[in-house]
């Protein structure tokens, strides 16, 4: 799909998507209840329902009212799925649930598209190495075989917060006590916090040491950046008691400041809009979004992306527009739905701007925005579609492969159009 943006200004008050992220976490904890569970809230994006498909082939049973999923939860330690689970384009559905496909003897097959199964998963190759376990690695698909004991488990929180994820569902349904530990640099914390958050909303509790942060086992408004930041430089020890069970629940799923931040980049370009539905006291590592705005409009700021790399695509396209900026911590935008770094350099180029990339860093130099005489293409990425549309939105242009925003924000274009954003499909 093709999508042309004529410039315009955006006005109204909109209230913000619910949280892909969140969502993922809490229809899984409701997926391994015992009985039925409520989750409020939930948009099917495409990424939303590879997780719905796969809990549904690991045995649990879902239906749709409305934006309210009633699941009735399996045990992955007893299924056996007659279907492969098919991930589709979420790498968060399939780190997610590797371990919990490991958890019992059966030989588990899942699937998806060929890009997905080239991020990277070695995290739990090894794993599986280390305890004989099937891993088999397919072009488009990985064949798995337990059973997953528990026990002492060490991964690196420099690649992807998900691998620890994945484990902190599966190792407190196994027989006995595991410890994870997560060595640093650790990235992307924010996101542990929202997998411990969900998990005690559904009954079980992991208990975590962090000797450099008083009251850490806390998880609140009260973890500061400057916490954070220690998190990442020494790493965590999780202690998880083994045979819990998770409980059912009613549970609403929160606004997505991921997503909240496209809508509120309208208002640097003569727009007006209010996001409405954001939790003030959010763990969502993404919620920073308004300070770092602040900070690209009033100077040409250095900012690390290692707790916001899905910031990175809106951050660029907005240091293009105004003063330029120097980006920190970005290597690991290569290994998302698109090497985000290369594809925004790319793109930003179509309207005049230079973009210096290096191994871990980018570089936006200040510039004049012209309109594209080329046409955008979106990298089958949707972050890099919604980026490019804001400033299409000051500069007019065509995108092509705009139906990538289905992956996390289905209603992304239609909502401009309720903003009063002026725009055309093309076949």
Known sequence: MKVKIIPSSAKGCITAPPSKSMAHRLLICAGLAEGRSQVNNVVLSEDISATLDCLQALGAKWQLDDKTILIDGTNPKKCKPQTELNCRESGSTLRFLIPLALINGNIVNLSGSEYLFKRPLGVYHDIAQERNLLFEHQINGITVQGPLINGYYSIPGNISSQFATGLLYALPLLSGNSILQITPPVESFSY????????????????????????????????????????????????????????????????????????????????????????????????????????????????????????????????????????????????????????????????????????????????????????????????????????????????EGAAAVSKSFPDFFTVMEQLGIELEYIK
Not at 311 to 320: N, Q, S, V
Not at 322 to 336: E, M, P, S, V
């Open 192 to 399: 542990i916090l929202m997998t411990i958050e969900a998990l005690r909303e559904f009954g079980i509790d992991v208990s975590f040491d962090i000797s450099t942060i008083e009251n850490a086992q806390t998880v609140n408004n009260r973890w500061t950046a400057k916490k954070i930041e220690n998190v990442q430089n020494t790493g965590i020890r999780f202690t998880i008691q083994g045979n819990q069970k998770f409980k059912s629940g009613n549970r609403t799923v929160e606004g997505d400041y991921s997503n909240a931040a496209f809508l509120a980049a309208f208002n640097l370009f003569g727009g007006k809009v209010e996001v409405k539905g954001l939790k003030t006291d959010s763990l969502q590592g993404d919620a920073v979004y308004p300070e770092l705005f602040k900070q690209l409009t009033e100077s040409s700021p250095q900012i690390s992306l290692k707790n916001c790399p899905d910031l990175g695509p809106i951050l660029f396209a907005i240091a293009a527009a105004y003063n330029g900026a120097t980006f920190t911590d970005t290597q690991r935008l290569a290994i998302k739905e698109s090497n985000r770094a290369n594809a925004m350099a790319k793109e930003l180029a179509k309207f005049g701007s230079r973009v210096i990339l290096k191994p871990n860093s980018v570089q936006i130099i200040p510039g004049i925005l012209n309109t594209p005489k080329e046409i955008l293409f979106g990298h089958n990425d949707h972050r890099i579609v919604m980026s490019l549309a804001i400033l299409c939105s000051i500069t007019g242009g065509i995108i």
